[in-house]
């Protein structure tokens, strides 16, 4: 007679004596770098916001009340000397400083909007159009990207002078239209994001060419669009150079220019200072809106393309 061992019972799973998991340590890693982000971003948000919270403090300020007070605080009368530095700023001279706002504002939006239209154009062209020379063509805008724009001045001052149009509103106009890298940006959103069966299917309901672009393709690049819009608007806004040789007449300046006229006077009129500092906390208002109003292009896009 065989006797049978005598069986071990099976442990069940969900037994409450089991040893638990040990935990690893990555989320511990995970904490510990999010926080080194955090702080690093914070650190760098730091040092961009200050010369900016500096600028506003020293345009509520008084010219004793700036040389006398702490350089990154409000002093007694800081509104009341904010309100008055403004009333000054739109009168003086004849309220010459609104004259030149406005022509920043010409200049950046309505070139800035021809500007990235054209590069938007000409990059659809490069990215779905197959032609002899397309690659020559785009090495030509590519070296473009790599000239820097002060390099530019003077010829452009030669050209426009051969024409009699330097010291006009063309002259600055003219030349902030062209970016070659929007076309570059552009020819490589476009060639990624606009699938070429779309535009088969355009050309087969009957639609020519332009209106392809203008209702399919440039809502599909709406995201580098943008982009290329507040690059051109943020370097037309910043333009120096190119006003400085072009121009004469002070109608035409751009803020840019105007507040380096009243800088370049302050040793004869100190009560320029002022003006200065408070001119340049207003004329960053503009690119400030710019970017908030725009962004949110930038996060539909975003999304758009994270669901393709």
Excluded: H
């Excluded at 510990?32 to 040092?47: H, N």
């Amino acid at each position: 007679m065989t006797v049978d061992a005598p069986t071990r019972p099976a442990q069940s799973f969900d037994d409450a004596s089991a040893p638990a998991p040990k935990r690893g340590r990555g989320p511990r890693e995970s904490v510990m770098s999010r926080s080194a982000a955090m702080i690093i971003m914070g650190a760098f948000t730091l040092y961009f916001l200050i010369p900016i919270f500096w600028l506003f403090v020293s345009s509520t300020k008084t010219l004793d009340n700036f040389n006398s007070g702490p350089a990154l605080w409000f002093s007694a009368t800081s509104l009341q000397d904010f309100a008055g530095n403004i009333g000054q700023l739109f009168t003086y001279n004849d309220g010459i400083f609104p004259r030149w706002m406005l022509n920043s504002i010409v200049y950046a939006t309505v070139a800035g909007g021809l500007g990235t239209i054209l590069s938007a154009m000409c990059g659809y062209a490069l990215a779905k159009y197959r032609f002899r020379g397309r690659e020559a063509l785009f090495n030509v805008f590519l070296g473009g990207v790599l000239v820097p724009a002060t390099a530019l001045a003077l010829p452009l001052f030669l050209i426009f002078s051969q024409v009699q149009l330097t010291d006009t509103f063309w002259a600055v106009f003219l030349p902030s239209i062209v970016s070659p890298f929007g076309v570059y940006l552009s020819r490589i959103y476009a060639a990624s994001s606009v699938p070429d069966e779309i535009i088969e299917a355009a050309r087969i309901d009957g639609s020519s060419e332009l209106r392809t672009f203008f209702t399919v393709a440039i809502r599909l690049m709406s995201p580098a669009l943008v982009t290329v819009f507040l690059f051109q608007f943020v370097a037309i806004w910043n333009n120096f150079f190119l006003p400085l040789v072009m121009l004469r007449s002070q109608e035409l300046f751009p803020v840019t220019l105007g507040l380096y006229t009243w800088n370049s006077n302050v040793s004869q009129y100190p009560e320029l200072r002022t003006l200065v500092l408070v001119g340049a906390f207003v004329s960053i208002i503009p690119l400030l809106v710019a970017f908030l109003s725009l962004q949110r292009f930038w996060r539909s896009g975003l999304g758009s393309g994270g669901l393709k």
